[in-house]
Nanobody, 116 residues
Framework: QVQLVESGGGLVQPGGSLRLSCVAS???????????MSWYRQAPGRERELVAG????????NYVDSVKGRFTISRDNAKRTVYLQMNSLKPEDTAVYYC??????WGQGTQVTVSS
């Protein structure tokens, strides 16, 4: 069964860092590497938004403007894992973060709270 499992969320002070991980199970390495991967987030009362994406070969990435220069998406196809390194975190980054294997497989989400 195809499944994405996120980890690495938590409570952090403004200016701090977190690294989220998302491991894909139910995939072989050769199949995982065919798919674009993305991170989304959803804050209370707001729509889910795309935060970052990475191509299957990791040769191109894209970010929402609000995280450019602070967040970095990467992947390790051999480990069937995608990462989101988040630096200089702000309170407005507080949300549930979801991993997605495009076009339609979602993880369960991990909570990120930025607060002093």
């Amino acid at each position: 069964q195809v499944q994405l499992v996120e980890s690495g969320g938590g409570l952090v002070q403004p200016g701090g860092s977190l690294r989220l991980s998302c491991v894909a199970s139910g995939f072989t390495v050769s199949s995982f590497r065919k798919y674009r991967m993305s991170w989304y987030r959803q804050a209370p009362g707001r729509e889910r938004e795309l935060v970052a994406g990475i191509t299957s070969a990791a040769d191109s990435t894209n970010y929402v403007d609000s995280v450019k220069g602070r967040f970095t998406i990467s992947r390790d196809n051999a480990k069937r894992t995608v990462y989101l390194q988040m630096n200089s975190l702000k309170p407005e980054d507080t949300a549930v973060y979801y991993c997605k294997l495009e076009p339609s497989v979602w993880g369960q989400g991990t909570q990120v709270t930025v607060s002093s």
